[in-house]
């Protein structure tokens, strides 16, 4: 996907504001206690703001797992985003498949309360590198 530069910089503060929005859903579900949402939301609050990261960037993933793929090969395997950062992605990712797919799961507090301030960190630090390259 070409994209010229005025509708990249749109997509991407579009994403942005999208995952920021986001994370606070996933945050006021955690407080009604709505874990599987909750579980949902702060995922896609992270593919938001990795999705803006790497559309800056030239890349257009098509699926969730080419996120996780063009994320790792360009940032993580580069050295530009820490591993820990990409193993948070890889655990919402899972976490949320699970709660969405998985009917025998129960997702709880435990699960998803430990998730909720990386997840905004993450978020903080897509738009740190998504600001270096302005």
């Known amino acids: 996907m070409t994209l ?8 991407v503060n579009y994403r942005l504001q999208k995952a920021k929005d986001t994370w606070t859903e996933a945050y006021g579900n955690v407080k009604m206690g709505f874990w599987h949402t909750a ?4 995922y896609y609050s992270c593919y938001y703001a990795a999705s803006a990261l790497l559309i800056k960037n030239g890349y257009s993933p098509k699926t969730h797992n080419g996120v ?3 994320l790792g090969k ?3 395997f580069e050295g530009i985003l820490s591993r820990e ?3 948070l992605y890889l655990s919402l990712l899972d976490l949320r498949q699970e709660s969405d ?5 129960i997702v ?9 301030e990386p997840a905004q960190k993450f978020i903080r630090e897509m738009e740190r590198l998504i600001n270096l390259k302005s």
């Open 4 to 11: 010229d530069k005025e509708t990249r910089e749109n997509i």
């Open 39 to 42: 579980a949902n939301r702060l």
């Open 68 to 70: 996780l793929i063009l």
């Open 74 to 76: 360009h940032f993580v």
């Open 85 to 87: 950062q990409n193993e």
């Open 101 to 105: 797919y998985d009917d025998c799961l």
């Open 108 to 116: 709880n507090e435990q699960d998803v309360v430990p998730l909720v």
